[in-house]
């Protein structure tokens, strides 16, 4: 059973950086379309960042874009995402998902709803003080 496991993350200050590491286990990431979410207190899960299967395309959302990247290194089955010049209002618990392209078109799309995500990483904090 494919598990994902969290690391990284932690505190920093307002302008720095951070990187958060998402490992496969019980299977290989390949064929997996990988995504980040966060959740900060109080407010709905939101979609960060998301790769495709082959790692060739990748999307964000407006609020990071510019500012963290998103990327996967199969060969070591780990999703990456780096966070630079963090604000406040990236504090939240960051969750890595994903699911198993099973077809073509699977392949194709970049899904942004937690919806479409039925593998999930246990979460890290993230804390950016201002």
């Known amino acids: 059973q494919v598990q994902l496991v969290q690391s990284g993350g932690g505190s920093v200050e307002a302008g720095g950086s951070l990187a958060l590491s998402c490992e496969v286990s019980?299977?290989?990431?390949?064929?997996?379309?990988m995504a980040w979410f966060r959740q900060a207190p109080g407010k709905e899960r939101e979609f960060v960042a998301v790769i495709t299967s082959a790692g060739d395309t990748t999307y964000y959302a407006d609020s990071v874009k510019g500012r963290f990247t998103i990327s996967r290194e199969d060969a070591r089955n780990t999703l990456y995402l780096q966070m630079n010049n963090l604000k406040s209002e990236d504090t939240a618990v960051y969750s890595c998902?994903?699911?198993?392209?099973?077809?073509?078109?699977?392949?194709?799309?970049?899904?942004?709803?937690?919806?479409?995500?039925?593998?999930w990483g246990q979460g890290t904090q993230v804390t950016v003080s201002s």
């Open positions: 019980g299977g290989s990431s390949r064929s997996h379309i």
């Open positions: 998902a994903a699911y198993l392209a099973t077809t073509v078109m699977d392949s194709l799309v970049i899904p942004t709803s937690p919806d479409n995500y039925n593998i």
